[in-house]
């Protein structure tokens, strides 16, 4: 090859530069068959369905099909009132990009009777500033239901 | 080597689908931890470390470890997560046996999962490249990377298409013996020649399938081991060989940094004649055609050779060249999971227990890979007694 | 963004969420490259141990573990080593697009030493045999963005 010649690479700044890069992902998530029937509960019936464990004998809701503590296999559904009791909650008032709505709002955990854990979904139907740690809360389902965890609206005092 | 001996006193894995509608990717694990606990005959509360992973970008979560310890009721025991494009397993079975060899722990559960029917196509990006902001104009993929390895194996070594067919095909009759892997085609040489090209010589036929699958181990240091089970498969030895990229890439473009990598295995070992001192192999080949330069990569035959054992039918389950007797990774590929699945094929074989895709004979030692990214690798060594 | 499956349509049994994420990327040592290549020239580090150029270039050689100090402008030709095409279509990660590649990908082997890889002018691979002289055709200097499809395509050169 004859045409190389051999040029200065002195007059190459050297200036650090950024450069902005897009992903675009689209990912799929599966329910599964324990997940599928809490939703459809909601959907359908609007009951909130808590699991427990035949071992250590805890409720789980959001269900799932093997107990944390133990690992056993669960299947026994138990209707819960739907019912519960504020355990914690927060105001976001700045804004995100893809959350469920415009800030503010709240959000928080909400214990339901007869389970033993806590339930996380938006808070609604009270003034932003006289949400209380203790209140009482029950769920307020929307009209059209399509099997999704936001088919409830929002948790509002009861 | 210093620290505790150790062995593999239990495996597991799910059958291997292309999708799985019925589980989330926590409940597919939970099949696996399962199957690795019954085999073991042990309990969830023996298991006092975990080590887990999956390749990530591919699934499209990030840190699933929170939502996968739950669901295989590993919530308090000590343990992390660890990631590497294909050889994710690898490193998560490593990581678990150095827990085990270094007497912190007495029973390291190893457990690894992908779930691709939830992929969306975003994991062209990064792992394919040598650098992404250079590569990433490039559709940098395992098909066009593997094309261009196998383009360069055919100019240097003579061999033609219907060599490669006859890989395939042998891959494809050994997955027809285990109940576990995902794809059984019945396929012939005129099937796979003639089958759509992807990106020459690559055919749709050469390439692994996208798999939902997870598997898992359990290891122990040698006095629990011996207690454990009467079959334990001995961890002889693993080495890890990363960076591909730099040192093959530019110099040989058929090769992986698996032969550096099981020179180095040999030698630690004292493996000087591979074919009589190695009775299996479950070498990782994310292209049924790659198996030809692996072969020849760790020690079975002189380079650009491999073709030839397939052309005289030397290749096979009963046959003299025992390679991938489960259907490998051309007929299951859950890459973050598949190392890990090697690893249980390579131990099924060494205890006897791999059922109609059993290598007849004694199995003193098998040799187990994993591979990623541009040439990566991890090599166990697996042996039958201490 | 276009991607090309089908969409569940229960979203009890399963659901997506599309995103789009950006990056910001600092390219540090490799600046000066993307400013070469705006400049319509590639330049490589050079290993002072055994003068191997690298592109894309980087600070310390990934074999001797030494600083690259030291630039080569590697020439605006390079010999074939490689050639493959695309027969299927595939996502372009740039975009999320999934499209089919009318050009092969070529590997060459750069004058100054360097090998690196691009796009291709000659669609019939049949034509391409290693060893054949390509040469770069750039962008015109105000497309072009510091990026290494600033060489539009690599074509073969006319005897």
Known sequence: ?158 | MTGERIAIVGVGQTIHKSKRTDVNTAEMCAEAVEAALADAQLTIKDIDCVILGSFEPADGYSGPDKFIIPEIGCVGKAGFEMQNVGTTGGVVCATGFNMAAAGLFENVLCVAWQKMDEAAGAFGRGGGGANEYWTGQFPMSPITNFARRTYAYMTRSGCTEEHLAMVRVKQDQCAQRNKYAQLKLGLTVEKVMNDFLLAWPIRRLHMCPTTAGSAAIIVCPEKRAKKVTKKPVWVEDWFTCHQGGALTMAEDPTASTLAYACQKIYKRCGITNPNKQIQAWEVYEPASTAELRWMEEVGICEDYTAWKLFEQGKVGIEKEVPFNPSGGVTATNPIGCTPVVRVVEAALQVRGDAEEHQIPGTINRALATAYGGQGENVVFLLKKSL | MVLKKEEPQDPSVAFRYPRVITYKHSLGYQSKFAHALKMGRIIATKCPVDGRCTVPPRIVCPMHHVRQTEWVDQGQRGKLTSAFKINFPMFDSRTGELKTWENPIVSLELEGGAKMDGWCAETDTSKLKPGMLLEAVWRPPEERKGRVDDILYWKPVEK
């Open chain 1, 1 to 158: 090859m004859t045409h190389h010649d051999k040029k200065s690479v002195a007059d190459i700044p050297e200036e650090p530069i950024v450069v902005e890069v897009q992903a675009y992902s689209n990912f799929l998530v599966t329910i599964g068959n324990t997940g599928n029937k809490f939703l459809t509960e909601i959907r359908d019936n609007k009951a909130l369905m808590g699991i427990k464990c035949p071992s250590c004998k805890k409720i789980y809701i959001p269900p799932r099909t093997h107990c944390p503590t133990c690992f056993a296999r669960m299947s026994e559904w138990v209707k819960l009132s739907g019912k519960g009791t504020l355990e914690t909650f927060a105001v976001v008032r700045y804004q995100e990009p893809y959350m469920p709505k415009e800030a503010p709002y709240a959000y928080g955990v909400i214990k339901l009777d007869g389970a033993d854990t806590g339930i996380v979904h938006m808070i609604g139907g009270v003034d932003l500033n006289k949400i209380k740690v203790g209140m009482k809360m029950e769920p307020v389902f929307k009209e059209h239901r399509e099997g999704s965890i936001l088919d409830i609206e929002y948790f509002k005092p009861a």
